[in-house]
């Protein structure tokens, strides 16, 4: 039963497809539009290699993901999970990451729908954006749902449509796909690093565990479809690129996909894709918005972070306050902090936390459909290597915030021995 104005459970409202479209909208958002670059400024013509890491280590992380989120079908994701097969300090950082570096990450996203629109008044269009979407959010997560569904369409349409255009040009140099020496293994690690801000989007799926219908079937499924068609999306557009504008070009370009339809002479997509750009990062921050405010409110809920954020609306059954609070931190970074330059630190905050639903899967017994051995082995190893290579300021402010919510839970933990 929902208890107005205190704690509760939220509504089971989603199927198949629309948690399936929500995973999709996450992933193939605005990361399509800004990851590709800095990944090919990293790995040179090994952008490809790159990519098959980052999907490697992505599959792990989402099948471990998707058995413990049909076992634990609640709100939170690595944070339930990290807590109870670990312990409660290894939850509390999992999601401690998350938070921080997802809601930093909505103020980057909202940004670029800014620079899109309007350049010249950015922050002021980003902060607009964020209190629209809070909006949408706080009326339930079904409309959330619709609003995505629509923005994936409109993403796919654009896509489709520069695809077409860079292969059906005379402007491709097959040899652009050939792995030279430029492409060095700390390179390519990095890139696969970076282009995992693009892949970690089926988390949302995993944190609206307690609004999915028959969790346990739907989840798992759901995670592994979103994953197998956001790889299939970075695929095809990586080789369009690479093929149009070669390795250096792409590594040079700030706005890639824009970059590309005008060097194959077709001008009038250009405000087509400068349009999916700003429409993808509204969904990536649809998305983003929904997924830390689900974390927040089992936080919140186990009296990890204050309690009032506990909160369940009484008439739409979403976590209102988390919601709204995600929202007004998001606003505030937006007018005040250029946080445009995050990917490689929400990767890092990304992989810890992913490290953690693996080694939490590791746990898992037979009879609680744990994964494969190595999936979770493969998965931890995984993560922990590319969050290490990392850009050294990337990882330099990741371990300064861990190290910031460590203190935060013993703080924390020590109130509640004590009953404060």
Not at 296 to 325: I, Q
Not at 393 to 411: E, F, P
Request: with cysteine; hydrophobic share 55%; charged share 10%.
């Amino acid at each position: 039963m929902v208890i107005p104005g205190g704690s509760g459970e939220l509504r089971r409202s989603l199927g198949l497809a629309d948690a399936v479209v929500i995973g999709v909208g996450s992933m193939v958002g605005a990361g399509i539009f800004v990851a590709l670059a800095p990944a090919a400024r990293a790995a040179g013509s090994g952008l490809l290699v790159g990519l098959a890491v980052a999907a490697v280590v992505a599959y792990c992380n989402a099948t471990s993901s998707a058995r413990l989120a049909a076992r634990y079908p609640t709100s939170g994701g690595t944070y339930v999970y990290g807590r109870e097969r670990l312990g409660e300090f290894w939850g509390f950082l999992a999601g401690w990451g998350f938070v921080v570096g997802k809601t930093a990450s909505c103020a980057a996203m909202a940004l670029t729908v800014g620079v899109y629109v309007w350049p010249d008044h950015a922050r002021v269009i980003g902060a607009v954006s964020v209190v629209a979407l809070t909006a949408v959010n706080y009326r339930g997560i079904a409309k959330s749902a619709t609003v995505t569904r629509m923005i994936v369409v409109f993403v796919a349409v654009v896509l489709t449509a520069v695809v077409t255009a860079a292969l059906g040009s005379g402007a491709l140099s097959s040899g652009s796909l050939a792995v030279e020496s430029d492409a060095t293994v700390g390179g390519v690690l990095q890139a696969a690093g970076l282009l995992f801000f693009a892949f970690a989007g089926y988390a949302r799926i995993a944190t609206l565990g307690e609004e999915v219908r028959d969790p346990k079937r739907t989840i798992p499924r759901a995670i592994g479809i979103a994953l197998g068609l956001a790889f299939a999306v970075y695929s095809v557009v990586a080789v369009s690129l690479l093929l149009v504008l070669g390795a250096d070009g792409l590594a040079s370009s700030s706005a890639p996909l824009v970059d590309a339809v005008r060097e194959v002479g077709t001008d009038l997509l250009v405000p087509v894709v400068v349009a999916g750009a700003a429409i993808a990062a509204l969904g990536s921050l649809l998305s983003l918005i929904l997924g830390v405010s689900r974390t927040m409110f089992a936080m919140a809920r186990d009296h990890r972070l204050p309690h009032v954020l506990a909160a369940v609306h009484p008439r739409y059954g979403v976590p209102h306050r988390a919601e709204v609070s995600v929202g007004v931190v998001a606003v505030i970074l937006v007018l005040t902090v250029d946080v445009r330059e995050v990917i490689g630190f929400s990767s890092f905050g990304v992989l810890v936390y992913y490290a953690i639903a693996n080694a939490s899967a590791w746990t898992l017994t037979r009879a609680e459909r744990r994964p494969p051995r190595i999936v979770p082995v493969v998965g931890i190893a995984g993560c922990l290597v590319l969050a290490a290579t990392l850009p050294a300021a990337s990882v330099l402010v990741g371990a300064g915030v861990l190290a910031v919510g460590a203190l935060v839970h013993g703080v924390r933990a020590g109130q509640l021995r004590t009953g404060r």
